[in-house]
T-cell receptor
Framework: GIQVEQSPPDLILQEGANSTLRCNFS?????LQWFHQNPWGQLINLFY???GTKQNGRLSATTVATERYSLLYISSSQTTDSGVYFC???????????FGEGTQLTVNP | NAGVMQNPRHLVRRRGQEARLRCSPM?????VYWYRQLPEEGLKFMVY????????ESGMPKERFSAEFPKEGPSILRIQQVVRGDSAAYFC????????????FGDGTRLSIL
């Protein structure tokens, strides 16, 4: 099956800093989503981005499908950005999502 | 427009009991997915259903686990004779179609086995 690798596994920032999270995947995809799992365990859907670039406030994402990677940018980070960020993809042959292991982000005040 | 609704949010069972987890998809969505998140791990796919049909159950444990999505009512994930290792967060997601559509997730059910 498809492999999904996220980096870095852990990231500690001071409030106000910018960061880039990376997601590499091993095969062609027809779905790529970024999620934020908050400290209460809820999964927040950030982006549906199988290709191209999208922006939503301080967050933006870019997927280069031909090179099999996606990037999530967080600008001017806030303590409420803390949590785990997951990348998830589905192969062109199916619809189930395969999740990466996540990036644990801690934003300190 | 209500999102994916899961209940209960928390469920406590003793070893050997049955657990039933419910999921109502978003309005207009006929595709339902169940995922499991073990403590300190990522989410793993379990099963994909459409109304009255199981499409892909390749991620389901072979024994004690079953899922259904009847013509009327929510999707049900059923775990019989629960064991400590079943303690996890179970997430349900729904989508409008199988291809090129985002999956929308519920808040999950936290299952604890005593």
């Amino acid at each position: 099956g498809i492999q999904v690798e996220q980096s870095p596994p852990d990231l500690i920032l001071q409030e106000g800093a910018n960061s880039t999270l990376r997601c590499n995947f091993s095969d062609s995809v027809n779905n790529l989503q970024w999620f934020h799992q908050n400290p209460w365990g809820q999964l927040i859907n950030l982006f549906y981005i199988p290709s191209g670039t999208k922006q939503n406030g301080r967050l933006s994402a870019t997927t280069v499908a031909t090179e099999r990677y996606s990037l999530l940018y967080i600008s001017s980070s806030q303590t409420t950005d803390s949590g785990v960020y997951f990348c998830a993809v589905s192969e062109t042959s199916g619809s189930r999502l395969t999740f990466g292991e996540g990036t644990q982000l801690t934003v300190n005040p | 427009n209500a999102g994916v609704m899961q209940n209960p949010r928390h469920l406590v069972r003793r070893r050997g009991q049955e657990a039933r987890l419910r999921c109502s998809p978003m309005k207009g969505h006929s595709h339902v997915y169940w995922y499991r998140q073990l403590p300190e791990e990522g989410l793993k796919f379990m099963v994909y259903l459409q109304k009255e049909n199981i499409i892909d159950e390749s991620g389901m444990p072979k024994e004690r686990f079953s899922a259904e999505f009847p013509k009327e009512g929510p999707s049900i994930l059923r775990i019989q004779q629960v064991v400590r290792g079943d303690s996890a967060a179970y997430f349900c997601a729904s989508s409008r179609s199988a291809d090129n559509q985002p999956q929308h997730f519920g808040d999950g059910t936290r299952l604890s086995i005593l």
